[in-house]
């Protein structure tokens, strides 16, 4: 088969077919987002990828004399139903020199991608079938590639890729038959990361602190009460403003606080001082009463965007319960809260103030009923 260059209806063709699926696909994506993605993780994988090769076919090298150096690129865009399998649409070309001139083909595909993610690499294996066009004719072709992603800031990666493109033709029982062109490129892929969900709204406490605990009393009305508007912003007033109003009943919170674990810039990797406080952690929780509810809080500090942090904070604390739960801590007695960048424990931005505010802070809560004339005023 010879490779001739494509027809200018081929082309149009091919352009209007591509603008249509990267049109449609992401709104379908929005109706009905994959549940299968971990938190802070895209469903979206958009990528593109420039070679240099040859072809590797006797037919194609010493019959038509496409034997020299030649060139190609594949842009494709998918959803991932899995967290490590995206579904692909992509649109690629290749041009070969030789002896009589340049032959080339665009194509048109539809394959799978197989990438799963380990922390900052994400190997990948390609396989796609379609449509080629050289020429006024269209023809069969099966791609073929892989590769290494590597991250390099957000949600950009970079890495090189070897490629396969087979072209499925025979002209005759004695001419030319199929064309495999073989490469070795770049790759680049951009994973949008989603938006982190909004944290709920707290509740206003009033908190008292001594050596070793922190004592939360919350004074809670024994039937609701519907207070008229304008409501006091201030704690202590709002709190008078209840007591005035009905009978209350007092819980009080003791709050024991274990020591902060901390981790790896933008990983969700304990440093060395993070993984030796892990089992002292364990202890202080296996050593707790079985009621004591386990509060894990996720940080972050104040580089890069704020939605990232968050979910960044969100994957530590999940982290550090992932490792209670292996050894043993009941999972409904963990509650799990992000807070990003926003609850800073040094303000300073050098690197010992960045180092402190990426951390895991755990509290040890457990509440019990008291008698108001016994609590604190």
């Given at each position: 088969?010879?490779?001739?260059?494509?027809?200018?209806?081929?082309?149009?063709?091919?352009?209007?077919?591509?603008?249509?699926a990267?049109?449609?696909?992401?709104?379908?994506?929005?109706?009905?987002?994959?549940?299968?993605?971990?938190?802070?993780?895209?469903?979206?994988?958009?990528?593109?990828?420039?070679?240099?090769?040859?072809?590797?076919?006797?037919?194609?090298?010493?019959?038509?004399?496409?034997?020299?150096?030649?060139?190609?690129?594949?842009?494709?865009?998918?959803?991932?139903p899995?967290?490590?399998?995206?579904?692909?649409?992509?649109i690629?070309?290749?041009?070969?020199?030789?002896?009589?001139?340049?032959?080339?083909?665009l194509?048109?595909?539809?394959?799978?991608?197989?990438?799963?993610?380990?922390?900052?690499?994400t190997?990948?294996?390609?396989?796609?079938?379609?449509?080629?066009?050289?020429?006024?004719?269209?023809?069969?072709?099966?791609?073929?590639?892989?590769?290494?992603?590597?991250?390099?800031?957000?949600?950009?990666?970079?890495?090189?890729?070897?490629?396969?493109?087979?072209?499925?033709?025979?002209?005759?029982?004695?001419?030319?038959?199929?064309?495999?062109?073989?490469?070795?490129?770049?790759?680049v892929?951009?994973?949008?990361?989603?938006?982190?969900?909004?944290?709920?709204?707290?509740?206003?406490?009033?908190?008292?602190?001594?050596?070793?605990t922190?004592?939360?009393?919350?004074?809670?009305?024994?039937?609701?009460?519907?207070?008229?508007?304008?409501?006091?912003?201030?704690?202590?007033?709002?709190?008078?403003?209840?007591?005035?109003?009905?009978?209350?009943?007092?819980?009080?919170?003791?709050?024991?606080?274990?020591?902060?674990?901390?981790?790896?810039?933008?990983?969700?990797?304990?440093?060395?001082?993070?993984?030796?406080?892990?089992?002292?952690?364990?202890?202080?929780?296996?050593?707790?009463p079985?009621?004591?509810?386990?509060?894990?809080?996720?940080?972050?500090?104040?580089?890069?965007?704020?939605?990232?942090?968050?979910?960044?904070?969100?994957?530590?604390?999940?982290?550090?319960?992932?490792?209670?739960?292996?050894?043993g801590?009941?999972?409904?007695?963990?509650?799990?809260?992000?807070?990003?960048?926003?609850?800073?424990?040094?303000?300073?931005?050098?690197?010992?103030?960045?180092?402190?505010?990426?951390?895991?802070?755990?509290?040890?809560?457990?509440?019990?009923?008291?008698?108001?004339?016994?609590?604190?005023?």
């Amino acid at each position: 088969m010879q490779l001739r260059s494509p027809s200018r209806l081929a082309v149009l063709a091919l352009v209007l077919a591509a603008a249509w699926a990267v049109g449609v696909s992401p709104g379908h994506a929005q109706a009905a987002p994959s549940a299968t993605i971990a938190a802070g993780e895209s469903e979206h994988v958009l990528s593109l990828s420039l070679r240099g090769g040859a072809m590797v076919t006797d037919d194609q090298r010493q019959i038509l004399r496409f034997d020299q150096e030649g060139g190609g690129f594949e842009l494709s865009g998918g959803l991932r139903p899995l967290p490590w399998l995206s579904g692909e649409l992509g649109i690629g070309g290749l041009a070969v020199g030789g002896r009589n001139g340049v032959g080339g083909l665009l194509d048109l595909s539809l394959g799978l991608r197989a990438m799963p993610r380990l922390d900052r690499v994400t190997p990948m294996v390609r396989l796609a079938v379609g449509v080629g066009a050289t020429g006024t004719l269209l023809v069969p072709v099966l791609l073929g590639s892989a590769g290494l992603w590597i991250d390099i800031v957000d949600e950009w990666s970079i890495g090189p890729e070897l490629s396969i493109v087979h072209v499925v033709w025979t002209d005759g029982p004695t001419q030319t038959g199929d064309a495999v062109f073989v490469s070795l490129g770049l790759s680049v892929a951009f994973r949008p990361r989603p938006s982190a969900p909004p944290e709920p709204p707290r509740e206003i406490v009033l908190t008292r602190v001594t050596s070793h605990t922190r004592v939360v009393e919350r004074r809670v009305p024994s039937d609701p009460v519907v207070v008229p508007p304008p409501a006091p912003t201030d704690p202590e007033a709002l709190l008078r403003l209840v007591d005035r109003a009905v009978p209350a009943t007092v819980t009080r919170t003791v709050q024991t606080m274990v020591p902060p674990l901390l981790f790896e810039h933008d990983r969700t990797d304990l440093s060395s001082c993070g993984e030796a406080s892990l089992y002292d952690l364990l202890r202080s929780v296996d050593e707790a009463p079985r009621d004591a509810l386990v509060v894990i809080e996720g940080h972050a500090d104040g580089t890069g965007e704020e939605a990232y942090n968050d979910a960044l904070s969100r994957r530590r604390a999940e982290a550090v319960r992932a490792f209670l739960v292996a050894h043993g801590i009941e999972d409904r007695r963990i509650e799990i809260r992000a807070d990003g960048e926003g609850a800073a424990l040094v303000r300073e931005d050098d690197a010992r103030a960045l180092e402190l505010n990426r951390r895991v802070v755990v509290h040890l809560e457990r509440t019990v009923s008291v008698d108001p004339s016994e609590a604190t005023p």
